[in-house]
């Protein structure tokens, strides 16, 4: 069974101090991975993907993930957070056997605090 | 290009009535999915249309059921509505081989049920 895990419900950052939101996965199959950021009343945005390649991917708006195959994570990073950044940030996994929907996590409240 | 679009952006209805919500995908984009957002639940993949074809169903009650036109935009219908329906409903569009490539969002239609 695919599932994603997102450990932290809440993460504070000072602005200007780099920003980790923490993403694992598990899946049967090679995985595709996604990041989304939610803005509050709004729909998902994209902001990155890994599909195959350079393990470091880079997204809008100045975000970077690491994918990790050993250790099945897809962390989402930023050198240097900003106070617009806070937002709910959600990390999706999807496989290309069964159903090929996108698997959320449980979403993780990003906050940076001026 | 113009976005994905969702009507209406608020519903409110009573328990045991019937709702369609409607979604417009991008121009060119083939591949529509739904998924249902609450608090409690997360995000949710409710189904996924392309070319006219339910291609996955996720686990939902039959009471929810959509439909995508010729010319790509979907509806969802949900039957008998309950309380727990109370949710955001997102719509998503994504171009061609949707497997690698990222899903785009609507702003979502926020469903009350009372």
């Known amino acids: 069974a695919q599932s994603v895990a997102q450990p932290e419900d809440q993460v504070n950052v000072a602005e200007g101090n780099p920003l980790t939101v923490k993403c694992t996965y598990s899946?049967?199959?090679?995985?595709?991975l996604f990041w989304y950021v939610q803005y509050p009343n709004r729909g998902l945005q994209f902001l990155l993907k890994?599909?195959?390649?350079?393990?470091l991917v880079k997204g809008s708006y100045g975000f970077e993930a690491e994918f990790n195959k050993s250790q099945t994570s897809f962390h989402l990073k930023k050198p240097s957070a900003l106070v617009s950044d806070s937002a709910l940030y959600f990390c999706?996994?999807?496989?290309?056997?069964?159903?090929?929907?996108?698997?959320f996590g449980t979403g993780t409240r990003l906050t940076v605090i001026p | 290009k113009a976005g994905v679009t969702q009507t209406p952006r608020y519903l409110i209805k009573t328990r045991g009535q019937q709702v369609t919500l409607s979604c417009s995908p991008i121009?060119?984009?083939?591949?529509v999915s739904w998924y249902q957002q609450t608090p409690g639940q997360g995000l949710q993949f409710l189904f996924e249309?392309?070319?006219?074809?339910?291609?996955n169903k996720g686990n939902f009650p039959g009471r929810f059921s959509g439909r995508q036109f010729s010319n790509s935009r979907s509806e969802m219908n949900v039957s008998t509505l309950e309380l727990g329906d109370s949710a955001l409903y997102l719509c998503?569009?994504?171009?061609?081989?949707?497997?690698?490539?990222?899903?785009?969002f609507g702003p979502g239609t926020r469903l009350t049920v009372t």
């Open positions: 890994y599909i195959t390649g350079d393990n």
């Open positions: 999706a996994v999807r496989v290309i056997t069964g159903a090929n929907n996108l698997f």
């Open positions: 998503a569009s994504s171009s061609r081989d949707f497997i690698s490539y990222e899903q785009y």
């Open positions: 899946v049967s199959g090679n995985p595709y």
């Open positions: 121009s060119g984009h083939r591949s």
């Open positions: 249309y392309f070319s006219e074809t339910q291609r």
